[in-house]
């Protein structure tokens, strides 16, 4: 019942309109644990704190006013908020200026690039630093003139990153889209060596081919970020229609998603420009992600108050339930899963998502069919792709 009163004004903090009269029954503090719990803290903040005048005038709000001590509890983390966000803005510069200077392009993803969406580009709580790179032509000759010919002959981008990466830091964790980046303890970064992927290999295909296709223009849509000169590139709303539904969809198997992605989704919906909505369908159609993609509308329409134009697919209530309830559960990336033990074990963790994702089965065949054999295909895959590194291009200081 809590949940549902705290839906009902994370609604009116989105959309506007007519204030919810259950805010005269809101907890403050229970609201703040709601929130930090889905990592949406200054979604809220901002309503309270700042864009405050509607509330100010209203009867309910005034009944149930914060207290001094509510006041200062949410103004101090939704300091902390705009601080880290200052900071990672000053950190991602120095990631794209660092692999300009080794010979790569980047585009930043999610994150900081997605903040410029947001009514106030401080307010999003910021999590690592997701850069996709990829290496110049410059660097490609370097290498394939001083590189031997078995060298030449299995020579990719993935391969130059990682290895630009793993001769730096030569236990940094990879999988197939990302290597781990471990340059700051406390500001985790991410090299993508393309954005995200999809465990049914046909879908997979295409959402490759779709980033091949999108690649430049990505790389050349520049923007500042507040506060610093510097530009950097991120990806275009229609870009991120495709990418971050694919991204939800990869979380939402692994370990589970809460509502900052989805937040994330509804001001990605509202700058995709609406000619292109049918092209968005079409695309995702072929992918299988249509059935995920309307679950989606429906919490975007009825749940965050999305204006129907902004929806790009029909809205399917049956299944947009169960994914809210499952965000409900879990919270931001599963974190808050309350069948998750303490240090738990790969194998548990593996046991625990196959009984979990059984009801999505139906809801997403495509993908959760798919998933079991992907995980062993990708576990081979990261053996041999490290074999491959190790006698092949450790320690290649040209790469």
């Known amino acids: 019942m809590e949940e549902t009163t705290f839906l009902k004004f994370l609604k009116y903090c989105l959309s506007g309109g007519d204030i919810p009269q259950c805010v005269s029954k809101i907890n403050w503090h229970d609201l703040l644990e709601f929130a930090q719990k889905q990592a949406i803290i200054g979604v809220f903040a901002y309503k309270i704190l700042c864009d405050n005048k509607d509330l100010l005038e209203n009867k309910y709000f005034m009944a ?9 509890e949410w ?64 660097r490609k000759r370097k290498f394939i003139q001083n590189g031997n010919s078995l060298q030449r002959l299995t020579l990719s981008d993935r391969m130059i990153i990682f290895s630009y990466v793993r001769n730096l830091f030569s236990e940094a964790k990879f999988k197939c889209q990302h290597i781990e980046f471990p340059v700051w303890r406390h500001i985790p970064v991410e090299v993508h060596f393309y954005p995200m992927y999809l465990v049914n290999p046909f879908s997979n295909y ?13 790389f050349a849509n520049k923007r ?28 939402l198997l692994i370990e589970g998603i809460g509502l900052r ?3 994330d989704y509804y001001y990605v919906l509202m700058n995709i420009p609406k000619e292109r909505h049918d092209e968005i369908k079409s695309l995702l159609e072929g992918m299988h992600l249509e ?12 749940i965050f108050g999305l204006p129907e134009e902004f929806l790009y697919i029909e809205p399917d209530e049956k299944r947009g339930k169960r994914l809210l309830k499952e965000v409900g559960r879990g919270g931001n990336f599963g974190k808050y899963d309350p ?40 576990f081979v895959w990261r053996q041999w792709y490290y074999l491959k590194w190790r006698l092949l291009f450790k320690s290649t200081v040209n790469l």
């Open 64 to 72: 149930n006013k914060p207290t001094d001590d509510d006041v200062l």
């Open 75 to 138: 103004m101090g983390a939704f300091t902390k908020i705009q601080r880290r966000n200052r900071e990672i803005n000053t950190y991602c510069i120095k990631v794209v200026n660092n692999f300009k200077k080794e010979g790569f392009y980047t585009c930043i993803l999610k994150g900081q690039g997605n903040n410029l969406m947001y009514p106030d580009p401080f307010m999003r709580t910021s999590g690592d630093i997701d850069v996709w790179a990829i290496p110049t032509s410059e």
């Open 206 to 218: 295409k959402l490759r081919k779709f980033y091949e296709e999108q690649k430049d223009m990505q």
């Open 224 to 251: 500042k970020l507040p506060e610093i000169d510097e530009e950097i590139c991120i990806p275009t709303p229609f870009f991120n229609a495709i990418y971050q539904l694919t991204h939800i969809n990869i979380h």
């Open 261 to 263: 992605q989805l937040i």
């Open 291 to 302: 059935k995920l993609a309307a679950a989606i509308m429906w919490i975007q329409k009825n």
């Open 339 to 378: 069948t998750k033990p303490e240090n738990e074990g790969f194998w548990h963790l593996q046991f625990r998502k196959m009984i979990q994702h059984a009801d999505f089965i139906m809801d997403y065949p495509s993908e959760e069919l798919h998933e079991p054999i992907f995980r062993i295909c990708h």
